[in-house]
């Protein structure tokens, strides 16, 4: 059965730094307030309590779940809420003890005691957290799963689609690698192409136009951020900010004062060979210490891997093409979301059922094979680049020290986007006929060492760095 899935679902703008333990408890929430007001119990509810499952109480304190519930109930929205504000909010319900839910009416709240972790794991997938109100009358509960990238979904609806058979409605349904390639053979389109037609079929065109832009800007904005903030990032890893002092060493004395005019600086600036993997690595470090400070990125198709798309497009304008502009970034954009769309239906994108090849593995493939058909490449070659990106990423573990995405997550943005550039550049020399492995087989093959891998390195703090780095010693 094909899932409908959009360029916009899989780069979602948010706020850090967790898509799967963040944005998608944030959203859980704001379904829970959804249906009470469906069942007519928000203006009786005088108090709410918080159950979060497996991952999401594993690493939750240090993947900010327990702000991302509060902040969902109070009625902000991720996308919009100013990041100022976010601190404000948190003290004030941690102070007074008393939340505003949905901004309509206060209730108390002590998330000492209203938030509750619970290690065991649900079932139904690791990310489990369940909601429930009391009123007088009655208690309401409603378990949701953050099953990454900012996806939260319900059991009970999961079975029901599946029962019903529920069909997609794009034009160019897609459930692999080998659908989507055929159809790039039978209407002599591009990859971004077939990936347009399908968008318009859900959206005009100027809302396509208008919504990649901003997530494009958002993207921007994230990096000149990052490139532009100094200190020590929060959580107790002291994890000293690093993209402001390379920034500076590779930019000079340029002046401009928006991240349009920054980006077209650099574009100016002379790029010597050796410095082109620090620019790089320079626009990863800054997304994804952004992410680590609770502030707004895109997931791509995670927050924890949300550099790696950002880096390697500023590398395609920066580096290879300084005359590329709108329609480059739209269509780099939409190649991405396509092939993170391709892995999130043959496997995951959630850290916490497959590891880090879920996330940085993902986004490596993404970033490669929209890098690919932007040089050039066929459609053969694009699924290729992003076939040897994920290749090389099989069998990473999530294993964030403290269960803060620092350490090793940070760097790891830095390594998915120069495999990502690699792989493009390989695919590219390389006559399709002569590929040994198709990226169905790829994906197939991600997903079973995902179920292989241990759970405890899908992103509990309970192996590899977390447990051999001690917290203290940082």
């Not at 390389?430 to 899908?458: H, R």
Request: hydrophobic share 40%; with cysteine.
């Amino acid at each position: 059965m094909e899932e409908c899935i959009s360029v916009f679902d899989m780069l979602k703008i948010g706020v850090g730094p967790s898509s799967s333990h963040t944005l998608g408890p944030w959203r859980a929430a704001e379904r829970f307030l959804a249906e009470l007001k469906n069942e007519n119990l928000l203006d009786q509810t005088y108090k709410v309590t918080v159950n979060l499952y497996g991952s999401l109480s594993l690493t939750g304190t240090g993947h900010a779940t327990d702000l991302a519930v509060m902040l969902g109930l109070s009625g902000q929205d991720p996308e919009y809420i100013p990041i100022e504000n976010i601190d404000t909010i948190i003290q004030s319900i941690q102070k007074k003890h008393q939340l505003h839910l949905n901004q309509e009416k206060n209730i108390d709240f002590n998330p000492a005691s209203d938030i509750i972790f619970n290690k065991q794991f649900l079932p139904f997938h690791a990310n489990g957290l369940t909601f429930t109100a009391y009123t007088n009358n009655q208690e309401y509960s409603s378990t949701f799963y953050s099953i990454g990238g900012g996806f939260v979904v319900k059991e009970e609806l999961i079975n029901s689609e599946n029962k019903h058979k529920v069909k997609c409605a794009f034009p160019f349904p897609i459930d692999n690698a080998d659908e989507l390639l055929n159809y790039t053979k039978e209407q002599q389109k591009s990859v971004s192409e077939i990936v347009y037609e399908n968008e318009k079929s859900m959206r005009s065109e100027s809302e396509i136009h208008t919504e990649l832009l901003r997530v494009w800007n958002t993207m921007l904005e994230c990096m000149y951020i990052g490139c532009h903030s100094e200190g020590i990032l929060p959580g107790g890893l002291n994890v000293r900010r690093r993209a402001f002092d390379m920034h500076q060493n590779l930019i000079g004395l340029s002046n401009y004062s928006t991240p349009q005019e920054w980006l077209e600086s650099i574009r100016k600036t002379e790029v010597k060979f050796r410095q082109i993997l620090k620019w790089v690595s320079c626009f990863a470090l800054s997304v994804n210490e952004v992410n680590a400070a609770l502030g707004r990125v895109v997931t791509a198709p995670t927050n924890g891997s949300a550099g790696v798309i950002p880096a390697v497009l500023m590398y395609y304008l920066c580096i290879e093409n300084h005359q590329a502009g709108e329609k480059e970034i739209k269509q780099f954009l939409m190649v991405a979301g396509e092939i993170g769309s391709l892995f999130k239906k043959g496997a995951t994108i959630s850290a916490a059922m497959g590891g880090c090849q879920a996330e940085i593995g993902v986004s490596s493939a993404m970033a490669a094979a929209a890098l690919c058909e932007l040089m050039g490449g066929a459609p053969e070659q694009v699924l290729m680049a992003a076939e040897i990106a994920m290749e090389h990423h099989l069998g990473l573990t999530c294993d964030p020290i403290g269960g803060l995405v620092q350490i090793p997550c940070i760097e790891r943005n830095t390594m998915g986007a120069i495999k990502a550039i690699n792989a493009a550049e390989l695919a590219l020399e390389t006559n399709p006929k002569n590929a040994k492995v198709p990226l169905d087989k790829v994906i197939a093959t991600m997903w079973e060492t995902a179920k292989d891998m241990n759970t405890k390195y899908k992103e509990t703090s309970e192996g590899g760095l977390a447990v051999s780095v001690n917290m203290a010693d940082c």
